[in-house]
C-alpha cells in the first residue's frame, strides 16, 4: 500500500496537511486518524473539514460520538471513538449517521476489527517528533487509490 510520510512543524502545518489531504477525498470516504493524545488528530480534521467548506468551528467531539458539519459537498462527520471501546453490544447502527453515502468520515482512535471502518480509504497516523514537530504518515488502504497515486504525479 502507498504510505507517505511529512513532518509539519506546527499546528498551521499540519492544517494544510489536512486540507491538502481533503483535496483527494470523494462522497462516501472514511479517514481513519490515529495517534497519541495531543498529536494533532483534531488539528488535521479541522483543516480538512475547512478545505470541504466547513465554516464551523472544529473542535472535539464531546456529548456524541461524533459532529457532523455541513460543508461545501457532503456532510463532514467527525467522530471521536475514543471513550467507546470495543463497539459490541453498542447500537448496531451508531456509526450509520456518520458513514456511507452523502458523507466523508474522520474518525479519530477507530476501534480494530470494527466492519463499518474496514471500508476505510486513507489511514493517517500522527506521531510525536520533539516540541511542536508532527510526524504525519498517510497511508491508502484500499488498490483504487492508484487513481490518486497518478495525480499526485
Ligand atoms: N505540528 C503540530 N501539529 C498538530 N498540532 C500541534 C503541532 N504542534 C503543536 N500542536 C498542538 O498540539 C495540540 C494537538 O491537539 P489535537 O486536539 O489536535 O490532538 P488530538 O490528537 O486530537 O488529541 P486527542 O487524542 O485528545 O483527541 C494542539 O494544541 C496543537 O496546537
Ligand atoms: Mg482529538
Known sequence: MPARSIDT?????????????AEGLRDG??????????AGKTTL????A????VSDPVTSPTFAIG????????????????RLGALDGEEPDLLADY???GRIAFVEWPPDGEAELAGARIAVTLEHAGGDRRTVRVEHLTPDDDLDEEKKG
Open 50 to 53: 475547512r478545505a470541504l467548506g
Open 67 to 82: 459532529n457532523r458539519y455541513r460543508g461545501t459537498g457532503p456532510l463532514v462527520s467527525h467522530l471521536d471513538l475514543y
Open 45 to 48: 480534521v479541522r483543516g480538512a
Open 9 to 21: 512543524a506546527g499546528p498551521e502545518e499540519t492544517e494544510a496537511l489536512g486540507a491538502s489531504l
Open 29 to 38: 470516504d472514511v479517514v481513519l486518524v490515529r495517534g497519541e493524545l495531543g
Open 99 to 101: 458513514l456511507g453515502p
